[in-house]
């Protein structure tokens, strides 16, 4: 029995066609590996369970800012000193907001090890490095990233309490711009100095180990050990300040935030009284990213095929 | 003292179709260990096997290559550019198929491989065209969407030549491609090597199995130690041998008869057993054979099998070597 001939079907073999296309350098390359990163980091393109994470720390961060904005709705025509004090706490100032959050520390937790360790685990680093990448190019890509996906995570809580802050206002959205034009350069200034010093504390440890989980726990685990040498500095220093507490790594880009806002440390803060406590952060600060970047670039000054 | 670096030794312009030019090339680890000492080559286009032990130095000719290590002497030019003018720019003409595992399990072949188009300077639309077409090429078209976690050694194997496809490359550097497959998948993968140079894209295949050399190259690159101890093309490397290997029966002493005969015209054999006769028919020119098979006929032998005996790669290889 044979097969009736089919009426219009064809097979074709297409062979292989060259590409005749634009094609970019060593900058196209850094930047196609900043924007693969964010997107793993964020989940795009992978699968619903990767993109829970990510999506849900954010929701939860911008959560605060809708609270702020409910509560200035419903007390909108309320004089303040005759708000409720318990209400009273639920709203913030800007400078508030741009705080190291626990939310924030388990995204950083999250994402920098999401970026970092896949490659080294699955051995696509000498895939990486046979492309127009060098180590520090892959090092620039990496933290910038994670900058952008850090001053994200922050900025657009901000932006949501600044839209939301301006539309409730009783005294109009025009005045209200006005009035806090400042806001429109120290909140992105301060986000920028938070986001920089995460991006790159975090990818530096991630780079040290291939395991995800460790990288997540041990940057946690350096934020809480900091944290408590710190704090037994500043109770054994009570009830005066003490530069001691520049050892809780978390804080130092809070000072600078303090510094970006008020122009000066905080007067009643961990470092109160301490003479050229502004200027001990600045160093901290810039030791801390100049140990971070040396760590990096150690990590991927050579690769093995 | 001048405070200029010494120049590398340049090289005279180089044929448009070369491939891979050394000179003198040598690389020594700061631990002492030679990785290549003094490797001089002139491989044309084409499939080219890179053949040698483990440790022979194959990586680390790869590594030059691409411009990820710098040589201590010498000089390296791939695809007719020296490599130490623009050791980065030179990785975009290249694609590399590493021999280790190197696949996120997480990522579907078509995102992995677009991805590295990408990273190659495809911009993403296009990218993702290439890896739909280079996929669908190495027979992945099925699966493109599944994670590569799943994948088998052969889907492996496939989707890293994929990736190394999908910038379309000059040059492909193949490190043990058929490392880990069953028969079946090396057959394919073979063929599928074998088809390259048919898009006109130059192979350097890297492995320890000569048959697969011999089987899909056309010249054959030898190193052992970090020095080079053979090259040429295939064709003339395993050329005929001048031996001529006849089985033979139809009585007992069979082979004696022959090689009496054979002896009588000045050719020399060797018995290998009671049926097999070696004939060294370098003395009896290009009518060797007819006159071999007219003794058999005049002597009433039965003849069972009559052969040209060519060199083997792996015979040339031993014998570069310096092993029997």
Same mark, same amino acid.
């Given at each position: 029995m044979s097969l009736a001939p089919t009426l219009g079907g064809a097979v074709y073999d297409r062979g292989y066609r060259p590409y005749e296309g634009p094609r970019g350098g060593r900058n196209y390359a850094r930047w196609?590996?900043?924007?693969l990163s964010v997107r793993r980091a964020l989940g795009i393109r992978r699968s619903w369970r990767q993109k829970v994470l990510p999506w849900t720390l954010l929701g939860l961060a911008t959560l605060p800012a809708c609270v702020d904005i409910g509560i200035r709705y419903a007390t909108r025509n309320t004089p303040p000193y005759r708000l409720d004090a318990d209400i009273e706490d639920f709203l913030f100032t800007f400078k508030d907001y741009v705080g190291v959050s626990t939310l924030l520390l388990l995204f950083v937790a999250v994402s920098a090890p999401d970026i970092i360790c896949p490659d080294r685990h699955d051995r696509v680093l000498p895939l990486l490095f046979s492309r127009q990448l060098t180590g520090v190019? =892959?090092?620039?890509?990496?933290?910038?990233?994670?900058?952008? *996906?850090?001053?994200?995570?922050?900025?657009?809580? %901000?932006?949501?309490?600044?839209?939301?802050q301006m539309f409730?206002?009783?005294?109009?959205?025009?005045? =209200?711009? %006005?009035?806090?034009?400042?806001?429109?350069?120290?909140?992105?200034?301060? *986000?920028?100095?938070?986001?920089? =010093?995460?991006?790159?504390? +975090?990818?530096?440890?991630? +780079?040290?180990?291939?395991?995800?989980?460790?990288?997540?726990?041990?940057?946690?685990?350096?934020?809480?050990?900091?944290?408590?040498?710190? %704090?037994?500095?500043?109770?054994s220093a009570r009830p005066d300040g003490t530069i001691m507490s520049l050892v809780q790594l978390w804080t130092v880009p809070l000072v600078l935030r303090d510094i970006v806002f008020l122009g000066h440390v905080e007067p009643l803060g961990r470092l109160q009284g301490v003479e050229g406590a502004g200027f001990a952060a600045v160093f901290v600060y810039l030791a801390v990213l100049t140990a971070s970047a040396a760590v990096l670039l150690w990590r991927y000054r050579e690769v093995d095929l | 003292?001048?405070?200029?670096?010494?120049?590398?030794?340049?090289?005279?312009?180089?044929?448009?179709?070369?491939?891979?030019?050394? /000179?003198?090339?040598?690389?020594?680890?700061?631990?002492?260990?030679?990785?290549?000492?003094?490797? @001089?080559?002139?491989?044309?286009? $084409?499939?080219?096997?890179?053949v040698g032990a483990n440790g022979a130095g194959k990586t680390t000719l790869f590594r030059l290559m691409l411009g990820?290590?710098?040589p201590t002497a010498g000089a390296i030019e791939v695809v007719g550019l020296p490599v130490a003018t623009d050791p980065i720019g030179i990785r975009s003409r290249l694609g590399y198929m590493p021999e280790h595992d190197c696949l996120p399990g997480d990522q579907s072949a078509a995102d992995f491989v677009a991805s590295f188009g990408e990273l190659a300077g495809l911009p993403p639309r296009p990218a993702r065209q290439r890896a739909s077409d280079v996929l669908d090429l190495v027979g992945l078209d099925e699966a493109r969407f599944r994670p590569v976690g799943g994948f088998s050694t052969g889907m492996r194997q496939r989707t890293k030549l994929a990736q190394a496809l999908v910038a379309d490359p000059e040059l492909l550097l193949l490190d043990e491609p058929t490392a880990g497959l069953d028969p079946?998948?090396?057959?394919?993968?073979?063929?599928?090597?074998?088809?390259?140079?048919?898009?006109?894209?130059?192979?350097?295949?890297?492995t320890?199995?000569?048959?697969?050399?011999?089987?899909?190259? @056309?010249?054959?690159?030898?190193?052992?130690?970090?020095?080079?101890?053979?090259? $040429?093309?295939? @064709?003339?490397?395993?050329?005929?041998? $001048?031996?001529?290997?006849?089985?033979?029966?139809?009585?007992?002493?069979?082979?004696?008869?022959?090689?009496?005969?054979?002896?009588? /015209?000045?050719?020399?054999?060797?018995?290998?057993?009671?049926?097999?006769? @070696?004939?060294?028919t370098r003395n009896g020119g290009d009518d060797a054979p007819d006159i071999v098979r007219d003794l058999i006929v005049d002597l009433g032998l039965r003849l069972y099998a009559l052969s040209s005996q060519h060199r083997s790669l792996d015979e040339l290889f031993l014998q570069g070597a310096g092993r029997p």
């Open positions: 196609a590996l900043w924007r190019d =892959y090092v620039v890509a990496k933290v910038s990233a994670m900058f952008a *996906i850090i001053f994200g995570f922050a900025f657009i809580p %901000q932006v949501v309490l600044f839209v939301g409730v206002n009783k005294n109009g959205s025009i005045d =209200y711009f %006005q009035d806090h034009l400042d806001v429109l350069w120290k909140v992105p200034i301060s *986000i920028a100095i938070l986001a920089l =010093y995460y991006a790159l504390v +975090s990818v530096a440890l991630a +780079s040290l180990t291939d395991r995800r989980m460790v990288a997540g726990i041990a940057f946690i685990g350096l934020m809480m050990i900091t944290h408590a040498v710190g %704090q037994f500095f500043i109770e | 003292m001048p405070l200029v670096a010494a120049a590398p030794p340049s090289l005279p312009p180089p044929p448009a179709s070369s491939l891979l030019r050394t /000179r003198g090339l040598s690389l020594t680890y700061p631990n002492g260990t030679v990785a290549l000492a003094g490797l @001089d080559l002139n491989v044309p286009r $084409g499939s080219v096997g890179l990820l290590l710098f079946v998948g090396r057959e394919e993968m073979l063929d599928l090597v074998g088809r390259l140079a048919g898009f006109g894209i130059s192979v350097l295949f890297a320890h199995l000569l048959d697969d050399v011999q089987r899909v190259c @056309d010249h054959v690159v030898m190193i052992d130690g970090g020095r080079l101890r053979l090259a $040429g093309p295939i @064709d003339e490397l395993v050329e005929r041998t $001048g031996v001529l290997r006849v089985e033979v029966g139809g009585r007992p002493d069979a082979v004696e008869a022959l090689a009496a005969a054979l002896q009588q /015209r000045g050719m020399a054999s060797v018995a290998l057993d009671q049926h097999v006769l @070696d004939i060294d």
